[in-house]
């Protein structure tokens, strides 16, 4: 059984930093590429950023050059490192396991970014 269990949200103000972690099971993690999306009130769910398994990156443009995202494979965790954090960010991240069956989503985290 897949499991996806993201941590470490919370409410900030703007301009400051948190860490989300997600913890996987019930996948070869090693081998899999792993991603962050968010939703926001009456928003679509948007990219955030992805990790493939060699740890190439990509990310959403709204969060370039403010959030890394890195991958801890003996630990099976992702993490997402946000920085600068504007009111905007705030919303509900999912941490998601793409494999080659179906996709896999955590239950996600709220962030709130304050004025």
């Known amino acids: 059984q897949v499991q996806l269990e993201e941590s470490g949200g919370g409410l900030v103000q703007a301009g400051g930093s948190l860490r989300l972690s997600c913890a996987a099971s019930g996948i070869i993690f090693r081998i899999n590429p792993m991603g962050w999306y968010r939703q926001a009130p009456g928003k679509q769910r948007e990219l955030v950023a992805t990790i493939t398994r060699g740890g190439s990156t990509n990310y959403g443009d709204s969060v370039k050059g403010r959030f890394t995202i890195s991958r801890d494979n003996a630990k099976n965790t992702v993490d997402l490192q946000m920085n600068s954090l504007k009111p905007e960010d705030t919303a509900v991240y999912y941490c998601?396991?793409?494999?080659?069956?179906?996709?896999?989503w955590g239950r996600g985290t709220q962030v709130t970014v304050s004025a």
């Open positions: 998601n396991a793409p494999t080659g069956i179906r996709d896999y």
